[in-house]
């Protein structure tokens, strides 16, 4: 069974930092795509950063430069190091796996999230 374990979320000021950890079990983790998404109230899910088995990383342009998402493929978890936080930033925040293989269906995993609130 896949579980996807959040952690480190909380209530911080604004320019204040937090760091997110996602502990995967049940999957063979080096193969995945890891990747942190967010949902504020009355908005869809969006990719915040992610990060490929190879170690390539992608971020959404509102969190450049201050977030930084890495990776311990020892521990199986995932990180989201997030500086300069401001109030926008508040949202539940969610870790995604996903593996796309060449000759067989996508394997796409959800955790619980982790709420993340910043007061101004």
């Known amino acids: 069974q896949v579980q996807l374990v959040e952690s480190g979320g909380g209530l911080v000021q604004a320019g204040g930092s937090l760091r997110l950890s996602c502990a995967a079990s049940?999957?063979?983790?080096?193969?995945?795509?890891m990747g942190w998404y967010r949902q504020a109230p009355g908005k869809q899910r969006e990719l915040v950063a992610s990060?490929?088995?190879?170690?390539?990383?992608n971020y959404a342009g509102s969190v450049n430069g201050r977030f930084t998402i890495s990776r311990d493929n020892t521990k199986r978890t995932v990180y989201l190091q997030m500086n300069s936080l401001k109030p926008e930033d508040t949202a539940m925040y969610y870790c995604?796996?996903?593996?796309?293989?060449?000759?067989?269906?996508?394997?796409?995993?959800w955790g619980q999230g982790t709420q993340v609130t910043v007061s101004s």
């Open positions: 995604n796996a996903d593996w796309r293989p060449l000759a067989a269906d996508r394997q796409n995993y």
């Open positions: 049940g999957l063979l983790f080096n193969i995945y795509t």
């Open positions: 990060i490929k088995s190879g170690g390539s990383i």
